[in-house]
């Protein structure tokens, strides 16, 4: 399978704990985005990445959240001190230079308790 | 402000029936146009995107969609679904010098048989 791939699929954590996404965007694509999608809403833009440099952040992105993508390659989005607001669905989507398609990954699902 | 608006949030109809979904966007200058489905269980998928020319666009599964820029509008059609269509389709849109998509809230089909 070479599309976008995403770890975990379902994270439970418990409120205040600290939590780590991981993203593999399809392996030619320079661009990588996170969005994020709660029940009943369409998916909501939290940042971009352009090769390692991280280009923009939008403004849903606290300070609690961090997003690195230190090779270029796989990215990492964590969110620290989580809150039961945080629980949603966090998606990771890639495209090429030219950025005319995201493919997105399949996502994964935080619930905070 | 900036928005994507879908109308319909629920969408049932009768195997062969047709199917019109409604998009408009307020957002100006020069935008890229996309739909995207999400069938049960999966992740996003492209079904079609305009960028210029030709303001009819054909996607995958017989979905068309047409841009008409003095409406602000993006409107999904397929002359007869198939019971395999049910899902979420979301509409989305991208500022020709961004980055991010912007969807809107999406359109829950059920078909029935």
């Known amino acids: 399978d070479t599309g976008v791939s995403q770890d975990p699929r379902h994270k439970i954590t418990k409120r205040g704990q600290n939590v780590t996404f991981r993203c593999d965007p399809i392996s030619e694509h320079n661009r990588l985005y996170w969005y994020r999608q709660t029940l009943g809403q369409g998916p909501e833009f939290l940042t971009y990445?352009?090769?390692?440099?991280?280009?923009?952040k939008s403004r849903l992105l606290s300070d609690r959240f961090s997003a690195e993508r230190p090779k270029g390659s796989f990215s990492t989005l964590e969110i620290q001190r989580t809150e039961q607001g945080d629980s949603a669905m966090y998606l990771c989507a890639s495209s090429n230079t030219q950025g005319t398609e995201q493919y997105f990954g399949p996502g994964t699902r935080l619930t905070v308790t | 402000a900036q928005s994507v608006s879908q109308h319909n949030h629920h969408v049932i109809l009768s195997e062969a029936a047709s199917l019109e979904l409604g998009c408009n966007y307020s957002?100006?200058?020069?935008?890229?146009l996309f739909w995207y489905v999400q069938y049960p269980g999966q992740h996003l998928q492209l079904l079609l995107k305009?960028?210029?020319?030709?303001?009819l666009v054909k996607g995958i599964k017989g979905f068309e969609a047409e841009f008409i820029k003095s409406k602000f509008s993006f409107n999904l059609r397929k002359p007869s679904v198939q019971w395999s269509d049910t899902a979420e389709y979301f509409c989305a849109v991208k500022i020709n010098s961004g980055y991010a998509l912007n969807f809107g809230k999406g359109t829950s089909l059920l078909v029935t048989p």
């Open positions: 957002y100006g200058g020069t935008v890229n």
């Open positions: 305009y960028f210029s020319g030709d303001p």
């Open positions: 990445f352009q090769n390692e440099a991280q280009l923009e």
